[in-house]
């Protein structure tokens, strides 16, 4: 699974020119809003990438704001269903597939 996202470097104004961190990296998810089944359990969700857009949203030379508006324009409803997994997810020391299986409350 991949998420739309974007990444830029800017220049600190209080750091001088020659410091060795001059330049900051940022980057953001993108999210839409939920409007399936997740709806129900967040007002926001990120915003799904298929494998057919890969090439365009990893490509470093498209930079003007109107191809990226039609990138993101273009990026599919999310259809994802939730369901009910137990407490142990919530840790972030615990990996393994059986964190999806899911639970019966």
């Keep these: 699974m991949a998420f739309g996202g974007l990444y830029g470097w800017w220049k600190d104004p209080e750091l001088p020119d020659d410091h060795p961190e001059k330049w900051r990296w940022t980057n953001t998810v993108l999210t839409t ?28 030379g498209i930079t003007d704001p109107k191809d990226v508006r039609g990138m993101v324009a273009a990026m599919p409803e999310p259809h994802l269903v939730p369901r009910p997994v137990g407490k142990t997810v919530g840790n972030v020391r615990n990996n393994g597939p059986q964190l999806v299986e899911p639970v019966e409350f």
Excluded: F, K, V, Y
Excluded at 46 to 59: E, G, Q, V
């Design 33 to 60: 809003t939920a409007s399936d089944a997740w709806g129900t359990c967040t007002t926001d969700l990120r915003s799904s990438c298929r494998p057919d857009m890969l090439a365009d949203w990893l490509n470093p």
